[in-house]
């Protein structure tokens, strides 16, 4: 089954939500790559508890806003917010990065962990982060993938475009 129709394609293509997901994804990455230096650095050595979690901070920010702008691509694309069929499985997965990010939020917030088990717990959260951008980016090539063999026989992106129609 294509990963998506002419259609889905289109509006894929011509909504500026792609844009903003090509932005944001790659700046949450780098977020994360940095927090991830100073969280470590943080359990290592016992240094940079504030610079930790101001790093964890805005790497939450940056999921929240990709998050949101993420399922208002998908409304546009796909037709409904999250969980839409070619990303059901990223946006379950996704629920569960964003509920260990909050969990992390929750406990700065109320004292509910030490530091270092509040870092832990960012540790987890990224783990589960870069599971889920790995299967961002296997539905990236897949996309890349169904567009290099549709270009290759285009009878047979109508014939999948017509398929899907029904």
């Keep these: 089954m294509p990963l998506y129709t002419d259609a889905e394609r289109a509006r894929r293509d011509g909504t500026a ?31 940079g ?26 409304k546009v694309v796909f037709g409904q917010y999250l969980f839409a069929r070619p990303f059901f499985w990223e946006d379950v997965f996704s629920m569960l990065v964003i509920a260990l990010h909050t969990a992390y939020v929750v406990a700065l917030l109320t004292g ?8 832990l717990l960012a540790l987890a959260a990224y783990a589960s982060y870069l599971v889920n951008a790995a299967q961002f980016l296997l539905k990236l090539r897949a996309a890349r993938l169904q567009a290099e063999r549709e270009r290759k026989s285009p009878a047979s992106g109508l014939g999948m475009a017509a398929g899907a129609a029904k």
């Design 17 to 47: 939500w792609t844009l903003v997901q090509g932005i944001l994804a790659p700046v949450q990455f780098v977020a994360f790559a940095v927090s991830l230096v100073l969280v470590l650095r943080y359990l290592g050595t016992g240094h």
């Design 49 to 74: 508890l504030q610079a930790a979690t101001a790093s964890v901070l805005v790497k939450t920010g940056l999921l929240y806003t990709i998050m949101v702008t993420g399922a208002i691509w998908e």
């Design 112 to 119: 509910g962990l030490d530091a270092r088990e509040q870092l």
